[in-house]
């Protein structure tokens, strides 16, 4: 099994930061990422990093987020730079578990950025 909670969400202005984190227990996970999802859209990806550190971003977040991981506290961040009001989701932690390929989920946090 792995458990993953989210924290580091809230209300921030257009053009501010915030940095989310996603602590991770239980069984090894290899590539690991952030969602998002916004009232009435489908969740789509932000980015990904594998346990290589090779990552992955969408277009609308590039050059504006660096996702990283603590290898040792094993956990993720997303660092969000310059955010906009289309940012505003639920953002969602992502984790492959490695010895099964399973998908697992964080329970979600709010990400709210006002014009």
């Known amino acids: 099994q792995v458990q993953l909670v989210e924290s580091g969400g809230g209300l921030v202005q257009a053009g501010e930061s915030l940095r989310l984190s996603c602590a991770a227990s239980?069984?090894?996970?290899?590539?690991m990422g952030w969602y998002r999802q916004a009232p009435g859209n489908q969740r789509e990806l932000v980015a990904t990093?594998?346990?290589?550190?090779?990552?992955n971003y969408a277009d609308s977040v590039k050059g504006r987020c660096t996702i990283s991981r603590d290898y040792v506290k094993k956990t993720l961040y997303l660092q969000m730079n310059n955010l906009k009001a289309e940012d505003t989701a639920v953002y969602y932690c992502y984790a492959k578990r490695a010895l099964t390929n399973k998908d697992n989920w964080g329970q979600g946090t709010q990400v709210t950025v006002s014009s």
């Open positions: 239980g069984d090894a996970v290899s590539t």
């Open positions: 990093i594998t346990n290589d550190g090779k990552t």
